[in-house]
């Protein structure tokens, strides 16, 4: 003999009868594991282009956020690009020694860094547009553009919540 939980963010599970429904936090499908699963199936449609031009997905994830938003300071960076500040050092060090970046201090604030853009990571970043948009193109035929449309609002707004109701 079985029950079946229904949750509205859940299938329904079966669930012997002599076990416990789930309740509580446990009767939501597990949605950070899901956002980590989604983000490794991306991947897969892009690490290969970014290996083959030798960049890590961090290292894209810094130019990506220069080339958009111009010049930003560590801070800035780590927090547009989800890299922890320590990690974020490794990362902005080797690229300053393949010359991707120049770090300026701040005037006003030694202890600040501006992090930009340099001519040969603007031409890498040229040379690796038309294979990335090869790939949005290639998922937008396989999931469908009206999915892919509903993704990104999905997710703005999950960021958009989340962002208002950040802890202090």
């Not at 989604?38 to 890590?56: N, Q, S, V």
């Not at 770090?103 to 031409?123: A, E, F, G, I």
């Amino acid at each position: 003999m079985s029950a079946t939980s229904i949750h509205p963010t859940q299938p329904a599970v079966a669930v012997a009868s002599d076990q416990p429904v789930p309740d509580g936090p446990l009767s939501y499908r597990n949605l950070p594991m899901l956002l980590l699963r989604a983000r490794e199936k991306m991947m897969l449609h892009f690490r290969p282009i970014l290996t083959a031009h030798g960049l890590t997905e961090q290292q894209w994830r810094v130019i990506r956020a220069l080339n958009e938003h111009g010049a930003l300071e560590s801070r800035h960076i780590a927090d547009v690009c989800t890299i922890s500040t320590p990690s974020l050092a490794g990362v902005l060090a080797r690229m300053e020694a393949k010359r991707w970046i120049t770090k300026t201090r701040m005037p006003h604030d030694y202890r600040r860094v501006r992090v930009s853009l340099t001519p040969s990571s603007r031409k890498l970043v040229r040379r690796i547009a038309a294979d990335l948009q090869a790939a949005y193109i290639e998922l937008e035929r396989h999931i469908g553009a009206h999915q892919l449309a509903e993704t990104y609002a999905a997710v703005d707004a999950l960021l958009a919540g989340l962002e208002a109701k950040a802890p202090r």
